[in-house]
């Protein structure tokens, strides 16, 4: 790693408030200046811009959603019904101030009425423990042509419950000719649920298969009960017969950790998994992606690391099956599971619990991380469009892991003082032995996602680790972290 490679972390100085992001709060105000020889990133003013939509409409797929949208299945778990675009914080009073009078509070009586009765879900607040009780009531209003409540019912004076909401916007956008049937394999992972997130926005009928291993029930559960929903718990190494249009396969773990826990049965959920669902792809004649990794670079050490070889899905065309291959270089993003050793949750679960940080080695080692909204907009743009040959989908900005620590300890700090709870002192970076065959580079060579499905990260480094910092930080809140 050459010197011209490392970023500086410019300064932290006090500076005017804030424009409202996530969530309608106005920060303190901590500039944080961080530059690379390939961007410099300000974390004022005119880069602060939300971003406010993700998706693209191309390849007659239109897979653009609201990001506050999204926001509401992940960043505050149950209780965000009100909180789309407009102002709430994270402690779990406000979270309730402005809340709509049939959500309970305590011990006191639930109100729900009529078509919300009829089309809501119920919500129990209680002070004691500090905990959501979430009950789906929900009766989805009864079919798509039905008048709906527009994308405006997202606002904060809405009192139309979040299921409702949902289905709003599911209903503004499909129409039942172009609804796909999707099945999601791994689809309760962490990237699967946001695919799912996603697919079930616009109006796809989806069916996520998973065996739960590290996936879980809770990143899907608020689709449990929509009509296009569906989730089965089933192990892709066991044939699987449905009828789809197009197969997402997802599934297989994706944490050191997990998949050396059992490595036989990882190398059969590869194998046996994607034969499996390979199959099911030629009888349907459904468009098959396959999500592989840039390990399949193995430690490149030349730049730029990982350029786009191998064409798997050229071999198989002659037998029928219309195959996408997608290369996932390091992604994070709300819904990780806070244990999984990957190195983003690591530090972010560290930092805000007062922790050492954990570097392997001497940090020097590089990775580039990208936003789980972008990798989302990828697979669904590869799915979707002509490109048959492998395509890297990932970050181009390499950092060192040592400096990437450093950055997360300083959005750690930042938001914990927004949020009023600063720690007493610094984390510590410590070092911990390196793992074996750790690569040393990796960056992603994203030349032919630009240029055949015309993809390219919207999201900066900062803007999703802060916002992953907000997610752990609530689920610290509400215990369950
Ligand atoms: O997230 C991913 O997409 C990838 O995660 C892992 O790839 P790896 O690059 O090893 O990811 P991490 O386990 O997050 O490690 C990244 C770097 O951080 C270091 N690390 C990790 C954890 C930690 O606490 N401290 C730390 O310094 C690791 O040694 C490594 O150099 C998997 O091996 C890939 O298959 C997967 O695609």
Redesign the pocket.
């Known amino acids: 790693m050459s010197a011209k490679h490392a970023w500086t972390r410019v300064v932290t100085t006090s500076l005017p408030a804030r424009s409202t992001r996530l969530a309608g709060e106005v920060s303190s105000g901590v500039k944080l200046l961080w530059k690379t020889n390939d961007a410099v990133w300000d974390d004022t003013a005119d880069t602060l811009q939300d971003i406010k939509t993700v998706g693209h409409n191309r390849n007659g797929f239109d897979s653009v959603v609201e990001t506050d949208v999204l926001r509401s299945l992940y960043l505050v778990g149950g209780a965000v019904l009100f909180g789309l675009g407009s102002g709430f914080t994270s402690s779990s009073d406000s979270l309730m101030s402005g809340a709509p009078s049939y959500l309970k509070q305590g011990s006191e009586t639930t109100n729900i009425t009529g078509t919300q009765k009829d089309y809501g879900s119920e919500q129990t607040y209680d002070k004691n423990t500090n905990t959501i009780q979430y009950t789906t009531v929900a009766k989805f209003p009864p079919s798509v042509s039905s008048p709906m409540p527009s994308a405006s019912a997202s606002s904060v004076s809405s009192p139309i419950p979040r299921h409702c909401m949902l289905q709003a916007h599911a209903a503004r956008v499909v129409h039942a000719v172009h609804s796909l049937t999707i099945a999601v394999t791994g689809g309760a992972g962490f990237v699967g649920s946001h695919l799912v997130d996603r697919l079930m926005l616009l109006g796809h009928e989806v069916t996520v298969l998973d065996n739960f291993f590290t996936g879980s029930r809770t990143t899907v559960s608020h689709w449990v009960g929509h009509p296009n929903f569906e989730m089965v718990r089933h192990d892709v190494v066991e044939p699987f017969l449905i009828e789809v249009d197009q197969i997402y396969h997802l599934a297989c773990p994706?944490?050191?950790p997990h998949?050396q826990y059992n490595a036989v049965k990882t190398i059969k959920t590869s194998f046996m998994g994607t034969l499996n669902m390979l199959g099911l792809a030629k009888r349907t004649k459904a468009r098959f992606l396959i999500t592989s990794?840039?390990?399949v670079y193995g430690d490149p050490r030349s730049t730029p690391s990982a350029r786009t070889t191998g064409d798997t899905s050229t071999a198989l065309a002659p037998d029928g099956v219309d195959v996408r291959v997608a290369r996932?270089?390091?992604?994070?993003g709300p819904r990780m599971n806070p244990y999984d050793?990957?190195?983003?949750s690591?530090?972010i679960i560290q930092a805000l619990k007062g922790e050492d940080?954990?570097?392997?080695?001497d940090?020097k080692?590089t990775?580039s991380f990208q936003y789980i909204h972008d990798l989302v907009d990828g697979l669904i743009l590869l799915m979707n469009g002509p490109e048959t040959r492998p395509v890297n989908i990932g970050s181009a900005h390499e950092f060192t892991?040592l400096d990437f620590?450093e950055a997360v300890r300083d959005i750690v700090e930042k938001v914990q003082k927004e949020e009023g709870n600063p720690l007493a002192k610094r984390v510590n970076l410590i070092h911990?032995d390196?793992?074996v065959d750790?690569?040393q580079r990796?960056r992603a060579d994203t030349s032919r996602a630009k240029e055949t499905l015309g993809w390219e990260p919207k999201w900066e480094l900062w803007q999703g680790v802060e916002e992953m910092v907000r997610y752990y930080s609530a689920k610290m809140k509400e215990g369950a972290i």
């Open positions: 994706a944490s050191p998949y990794t840039s390990e996932i270089f390091n992604t994070f050793g990957r190195v983003v690591n530090f940080m954990t570097v392997y080695g940090g080692q990775r892991i620590a911990k390196m793992p750790d690569p990796r």
